[in-house]
């Protein structure tokens, strides 16, 4: 039987661990982000979902990374 070619579908929502997986933050620090009011997330039914721009805005409210300059 030929495989069938199935488009990838674009999730709008994460698990926790999804989440982890798509920023590299640990899932400790999403969790936690989540218990805390930090990042919003909901729960339909017995799964918690993190929606995508919630998250995208929890990351961009954290401050700008910048590199330090050994004084010399």
């Known amino acids: 039987m030929p495989r069938?070619?199935?488009?990838?579908?674009?999730?709008?929502a994460y698990s926790p661990n999804q989440?982890?997986?798509?920023?590299?933050?640990?899932?400790?620090?999403?969790?936690?982000?989540?218990?805390?009011?930090?990042?919003?997330?909901v729960r339909i039914g017995t799964k918690t979902k993190i929606s995508w721009r919630s998250l995208q805005d929890w990351i961009d409210n954290h401050d700008p990374a910048t590199r330090q300059r050994a004084s010399a």
């Not at 069938?4 to 709008?12: K, M, Q, R, T």
């Open 4 to 12: 069938l070619h199935v488009e990838p579908v674009a999730l709008v």
């Open 19 to 41: 989440a982890s997986a798509a920023t590299g933050i640990r899932p400790e620090r999403i969790s936690a982000a989540v218990k805390n009011g930090e990042l919003r997330a």
